[in-house]
Nanobody
Framework: QVQLVESGGGLVQAGGSLRLSCVASEGTIFFSTMAWYRQAPGKQRELVARDITSGPRDYLDSVKGRFTLSRDNAKNTVYLQMNNLKADDTGVYYC????????????WGQGTQVTVSS
C-alpha cells in the first residue's frame, strides 16, 4: 500500500508563506499525476494544483501566481510552495497520487492543516 505523508502546515499571517511537502513510500516517478487538494470547513474538497507527467501543471484560478507545485522524483517528494497566503486558503491540504491510466487519485495522504489569520 502506497503511503503519502504530508508536512509543513501551520498557522501563518495573511501575506506569509508556507511550503508543504509530501513524501511517498514508493517512487513518485511511477505515478502519472501528483496533486494537492484542500478542504475548508463547510466546503467541498477542491483541486489546488496538479502535475501530470509530460503535461502542463494545473492550478486553481484563485492560487495562480501564488502557489507553485514541484516534484522531485529523486526524493520521492512533491512540494507546494504557497506565497502571499490569504484567509481563504485556510483548510486541510491533501497530497494525492494517481497510477498510470487512472482518472482520479488512487492514494491520499492524511492531510496537513493550514490556517491563515487575517
Amino acid at each position: 500500500q502506497v503511503q503519502l505523508v504530508e508536512s509543513g502546515g501551520g498557522l501563518v499571517q495573511a501575506g506569509g508563506s508556507l511550503r508543504l511537502s509530501c513524501v511517498a513510500s514508493e517512487g513518485t516517478i511511477f505515478f502519472s499525476t501528483m496533486a494537492w487538494y484542500r478542504q475548508a470547513p463547510g466546503k467541498q474538497r477542491e483541486l489546488v494544483a496538479r502535475d501530470i507527467t509530460s503535461g502542463p501543471r494545473d492550478y486553481l484560478d484563485s492560487v495562480k501566481g501564488r502557489f507553485t507545485l514541484s516534484r522531485d522524483n529523486a526524493k520521492n517528494t512533491v512540494y507546494l510552495q504557497m506565497n502571499n497566503l490569504k484567509a481563504d486558503d485556510t483548510g486541510v491540504y491533501y497530497c494525492t497520487a494517481s497510477k498510470i491510466g487512472s482518472r482520479n487519485p488512487d492514494y491520499w495522504g492524511q492531510g496537513t492543516q493550514v490556517t491563515v489569520s487575517s
